[in-house]
């Protein structure tokens, strides 16, 4: 480069600094990158707001880390899952602000369902913890699983069930019943929502009676040219409500939500 008669802008610097160290680690909290940087919170905080307000920069609900923004890019982005959860990741806030309780965004794994943004720390109503980023639901007790494998395509769903038939782990019985599984799946798409399975309480493998996270959940799938991108759902104090009446007064949120996300992805995809 030339040699130029002017100062560099050191602001501009600090800018540039941390979003390399962002790409580096792919998501970081603020000390993470206040460790990398040797640059105060204060400052820290004032370039990642701006950074933000320019979309390079997002935050993801779940635990508050922040990410390099891809959604607006025309590049492929380096995870389909991060790529979503950024998309979805406002609509399930405004979805949150609306009803009050918390809703969950997972993706289809193999042979489960991955938990990549949840809005728990924004429902007012609710103190319950819930399921951290990166966890595994069960595909078919699980509302999203349900949900997942009730609007797939016919080969997609018999390609999950094989393997879950596969592996003789404990919560995959319902993949030998396919009686059970052709209820599930018309129940679903008959109420237009899927419930959790009765005796699921949270855990992959045991029954509700052995744990308990005290929570019920309605899921809807996030439908993109015939693919089953993930799940939202609503989650809630199983004490307190019942799945009826959640969709009763919520179930058009819910509806709303996803449809604002398919529009968002189909708005963005990479070409």
Known sequence: MRQYQVKPINALARGLRVLQALQEMRAASLHDLHRATGLPKS???????????????????????????????????????????????????????QVRWPSVLSVPRLEYMEVVETNSRRAYFDELPDHPVNFRANMLRSASGRAYLSYCPDQEREAVLRRLREHTAAGHELAHDPAAIRRIVQDTRRRGYSVRAADFGGDYSRTRDEVDDQRNSIAMPIIVEGQVLGCVNLTWRSAVMTARRIAQEHLADLRAAVAAIETRVKDRRPH
């Open 43 to 97: 400052t820290l905080t004032r370039i990642l707001l701006t950074c933000h307000q320019q979309g390079m920069v997002w935050q993801r609900m779940a635990d508050g880390a922040f990410l390099p923004c891809h959604a607006e890019h025309p590049r492929a982005p380096l995870d389909d899952a991060i790529w979503l959860a950024e998309i979805a990741s406002p609509v399930l806030e405004r979805l949150c602000a």
